[in-house]
C-alpha cells in the first residue's frame, strides 16, 4: 500500500467520521425540498478509463439529463432550491468518501470525466493522465474548477501527474479548503 492510500484512508475515515452531522443535515435538506433520491450515482471514468459509480448528494432536478453541466441549457434553472448552495459549498461532494474508501478515488488527482465526455477523456488519454486514479479535488480544479476550457484542464491534469508528490497533494488539499470556503470557480 502507496502512502498516498494509506493517508486518503485515513483521511477518509476521519472525515466520514466528523463529518456524519452534516452528511445527515445535507441529506434530510436534499430530501425535503425536492422529490427524488437523496444521492445521485453518476457513471465516471476512473483509472485506466475504467467506469465505476460515483454519488453525489442530489442538487438538481430528478429528470436532469446525465451531461456535464456546462452542456446544459440554462443548467439554473434544473438547480433544486437548495442545489446552487450545495455546488458553491461543494457539500454535494461528500458522499464521494465512499469512493475513495473503496479505492475508486484518491482525495488528489484529476476529478472523473463522466461516461460521456468523449473529448476530456480522449484528451487525457493522448496525455497518459488516465493512468492516475481521480480525486475529489486537484490541480485543475484549485486552478478555475468548472470556468476551465478541456485543454487547458488537461494541461493542468497533465502538470499534476509530472509533479505529483505528498507535499504537492497536500498543498492541493489545503488550496481547495481555502477555495471552497470563498466559492471560487463555481458557475453554478
Do not use: C
Not at 500500500?1 to 434530510?28: C, E, G, Q, S, Y
Not at 494541461?155 to 481547495?176: C, G, N, P, V, W
Amino acid at each position: 500500500m502507496t502512502l498516498k492510500r494509506l493517508f486518503d484512508i485515513m483521511l477518509a475515515f476521519v472525515a466520514a467520521i466528523l463529518l456524519t452531522i452534516p452528511f445527515v443535515i445535507v441529506a434530510l435538506m436534499v430530501r425535503f425540498t425536492s422529490k427524488g433520491p437523496i444521492l445521485y450515482w453518476s457513471q465516471r471514468v476512473g483509472k485506466n478509463n475504467q467506469l465505476f459509480l460515483m454519488p453525489k448528494f442530489r442538487s438538481m432536478w430528478f429528470d436532469t439529463p446525465a451531461v456535464a453541466t456546462h452542456l446544459l441549457k440554462n443548467p439554473e434553472r434544473l438547480l433544486t432550491p437548495i442545489g446552487s448552495f450545495l455546488r458553491k459549498s461543494s457539500l454535494d461532494e461528500l458522499p464521494q468518501l465512499w469512493n475513495i474508501l473503496k479505492g475508486d478515488m484518491s482525495f488528489v488527482g484529476p476529478r472523473p470525466a463522466l461516461f460521456n465526455q468523449a473529448d476530456l477523456i480522449a484528451q487525457r488519454t493522448a496525455k497518459d493522465v488516465h493512468i492516475l486514479t481521480p480525486g475529489l479535488t486537484g490541480w485543475a480544479q484549485i486552478n478555475g474548477r468548472d470556468e476551465l476550457p478541456i485543454p487547458q484542464k488537461v494541461a493542468l491534469d497533465a502538470e499534476y501527474m509530472q509533479r505529483q508528490s505528498f507535499a504537492f497533494d497536500l498543498k492541493i488539499i489545503l488550496l481547495t479548503f481555502l477555495k471552497v470556503l470563498r466559492k471560487d470557480g463555481v458557475t453554478h
